[in-house]
């Protein structure tokens, strides 16, 4: 089976490969071929496979390419992690819109839409190459915003394109251990969009396990979550919610902390990032002891503002196991491919699921996978308050979408206005101005 990587030359593709190393049996992934548009990058993360390859006689071919079309033809599964604009573009995000005293972070609030907005018209060229090259390819997309890319590239390849994340699985697991539940068999009542979901109960052996963890202080405080929200406000929720939506219930906390942060999050990733590709070219570099040390040093400072606005200090070390975007990669590809049912939070096309959205909306909801593709799975309605920023928020998408499509300066306005986090239509002409200015892929904005 192959698999093909966009963005094969990024910083957590050796996460992709390690999950596939540990597959075994008929179906398993035999050939990986690494795209990216920095030769340099490509040949970094080469080295890493090589040594993660090492003592392993039956580990994938690893091939790369910066020709796209060579890199999807044939392809049975396309996993979809590139960067428009690269981490700098991150940091231009977050810093034009800290200077309007809004949130930049790259999928949430107006560094999100400045993101969707340079991102779709690549992702949906991009579908449009699988679509024509390899049309009976899966695609798996990572790419962030992970939920509006997907809706983006699902109007060439239809349902064959399905969007992961691993914040909801990492929630999950994190709310079953506080519990002593298997997260395995633990069914877990998960909803939303990407990055914006609450994990609503969680169920072993048919009993919902939730309540018991919203009425006690010291377990609701052993966790990230529980400390970011606090125990009383998940209480007033019923809900434990992503941790995204710390930017939205303390959104002025957060806005400070990145303000007064010495840098943004962007910014610290593209220097410790550009130490690392640096470091990699010189060939004594031993590759994958210089990327475990990179990897740890990222997962230890990850939403290290938000914790700072929280007052909660450093991670756990039982916070910094990430979700494991590639273990739900690797299932997603097994299930399919060898048609191993299976139920996988995922973002997925509505089809009536939450009878707020149309059918074609992309949405966050468990889902049972067979070799038919994933197939959402019925879910209680939202309460009016998680209805009110789901639909808020899918407007906005709506518009990026539109404006990608269009290239019109109005609609990109509307979009930034209309976010929950964006406080003024003032704001939002001068958010397009600014963003305008500092990225060239959002020269396209120029009809009315």
């Not at 910066?66 to 599964?77: C, K």
């Not at 049309?135 to 509006?148: E, H, K, R, S, Y």
């Not at 399905?162 to 009542?189: E, H, N, Q, Y």
């Not at 610290?268 to 990179?294: C, I, N, V």
Request: charged share 25%.
């Amino acid at each position: 089976m192959k698999l093909t990587i966009l963005g094969g030359g990024g910083f957590r593709v050796p996460l992709v490969y390690g999950a596939l190393l540990g597959d075994q049996g008929e179906g398993r992934v035999t050939r990986v071929t690494l795209h990216d548009v920095d030769g340099g990058r490509l040949d970094a993360v080469s080295r890493v496979l090589a040594e993660q390859a090492d003592g392993h006689p039956d580990a994938p071919e690893v091939v790369v390419t910066l020709d796209l079309d060579e890199a999807v033809r044939g392809a049975d599964f396309v996993f979809s992690a590139i960067r428009v604009g690269g981490l700098e573009g991150r940091a231009e995000d977050e810093r034009v819109a800290l200077r309007e005293g809004v949130l930049g972070q790259e999928t949430v609030g107006a560094g999100g839409i400045a993101y969707g907005l340079r991102t779709v018209p690549v992702a949906v060229g991009i579908a449009r190459r699988i679509a024509a090259l390899a049309p009976d390819a899966w695609v798996i997309n990572f790419t962030n915003p992970a939920g509006l890319v997907t809706e983006a590239m699902s109007h060439v390849l239809g349902d064959r394109v399905i969007g992961i994340c691993d914040s909801p699985v990492g929630l999950g697991r994190r709310v079953a251990k506080v519990l002593g539940a298997d997260p395995a068999s633990a069914w877990i009542d998960y909803v939303g969009l990407n990055h914006l979901g609450w994990l609503r109960g969680l169920r072993v052996g048919g009993r919902d396990r939730l309540p018991q963890l919203l009425a006690d202080d010291d377990a609701l405080s052993s966790f990230e979550e529980g400390r970011l929200f606090g125990p009383e406000w998940l209480r007033s929720l019923g809900a434990v919610p992503n941790e995204y939506l710390h930017y939205y219930y303390f959104n002025r906390e957060t806005v400070r902390a990145y303000t007064e942060a010495e840098q943004t999050r962007g910014a610290f990733l593209g220097r410790q990032q550009s130490r690392f590709y640096a470091e990699m070219q010189r060939p004594d570099t031993p590759a994958l002891t210089a990327w475990h040390r990179t990897l740890a040093e990222r997962e230890a400072t990850y939403m290290a503002a938000n914790r700072d606005a929280a007052g909660v200090g450093e991670r756990d070390e039982d916070d910094l196991e990430s979700g494991g975007y590639e273990k739900v990669a690797l299932a997603l590809m097994r299930a399919v491919a060898r048609d191993e049912h299976t139920t996988l939070i995922l973002n997925v096309r509505n089809r009536g699921t939450l009878s707020v959205l149309d059918a074609d909306a992309v949405i966050e909801v468990p889902c049972l996978v067979d070799a038919g593709g994933a197939h959402p799975v019925s879910v209680d309605p939202l309460p009016y308050h998680a209805v009110g920023l789901v639909t808020a928020v899918k407007a906005v998408e709506r518009e990026v979408l539109a404006t990608a499509e269009s290239g019109s300066r109005a609609g990109a306005v509307k979009a930034f206005a209309l976010h929950p986090l964006v406080d003024s239509v003032s704001v939002a002409r001068r958010l397009l101005d600014g963003y305008r200015a500092a990225h060239p892929g959002l020269a396209y904005l120029t009809a009315p």
